[in-house]
């Protein structure tokens, strides 16, 4: 009886803690953060952080204002100490941080990890330690799953591609919104009653691109992409179609960057495989990023596989690709 007894409370035991486990993925994919206190100390501080740390370990910050015409990231140090010192808000402490590491990473594959990326990062610091992908404690990314969250905020796309050809943006695909479509080849003539060379003027007065030292435009090139500002939903465009006649609309944004400026149709086809005869194979690669990874992956092995060892040449494009970390792990 005695065992019986304690063979229910183990099991309740185990109930418990299971729920538990629960409980606490639940929390996680909730997204269940809350606001850090800073002082202005500690804002000045991680600014300054950020400086020592792009000169211990970033090759490529001296070598951007000799040869890149980059601003000096040291000389800018104190005005971004100031201004992180005086900012209200978190939000506008993160736009000061952003605006400077932008320019700390402006060569390399320097940038603000997003959520999905600290999500892999906590998951492999769990299970293996420092011997994972990072050496940082796994505890320690629910603080910068805060900061993720607030750094998407201020970026928005389009529902569509645009594409820009000179000083012009046209509609990469066609796109239809409450019964009412706009043609792809439609030209954007304005965004909130400015012309589109005006818009993105207005862009780095207004949003987080006026704390960015530096060239602000490959931010804004695919002209849709900053978040104006709290309860913002989306921009009013005046478009010419491609029949020359004009149409206004209201494009509704979507959370988050996202350069849909380069290839029209990305999303139905990130990676083509293709023999250009038996001894040379073709392999394109638009972007890397992880929701593509192992599709890709499993798409380019097949390839390979079906050559059976006949490529003598193998041409591997990466082409405008906005980031080729893990190029090598895709294609081995």
Known sequence: MKNENCNIWKKRNAQLIAV???????FASGGCVFPPRLTAEDRRSDVEFLARWAKDYHPCVEVNSKVAGLPDYEKLLPRYMDLAEQAQTNEEFLQVVWGYFTLIGASGHGYLLPENMLLTYMEDSWRRGTKGLSDIPWSRFWEARYWAKLHKK????????????GEDYFTGEDWCYWGKCIPEGSQIVTVNGMPCLEY????????????VAGDADRYNEPLLVMNEGPGFRGWDVSFRLPDGSECDRFVPRREGYKDTSRFMNWRKENCKCVELSNEVGYVRIKLMIDEYSESDRNKIRRFLEK????????????RHNVGVQGSIQMIT
């Open 307 to 318: 050559s059976q060892g006949r490529y003598k040449k193998l041409i591997i494009d990466l």
């Open 200 to 211: 993105k003027d207005y862009l780095k007065r207004e949003t987080a691109l006026r704390y």
């Open 20 to 26: 538990f486990a629960v409980m606490l993925v639940l």
């Open 154 to 165: 201020a970026f928005a796309h389009a529902p569509f591609p645009i594409i820009r050809e």
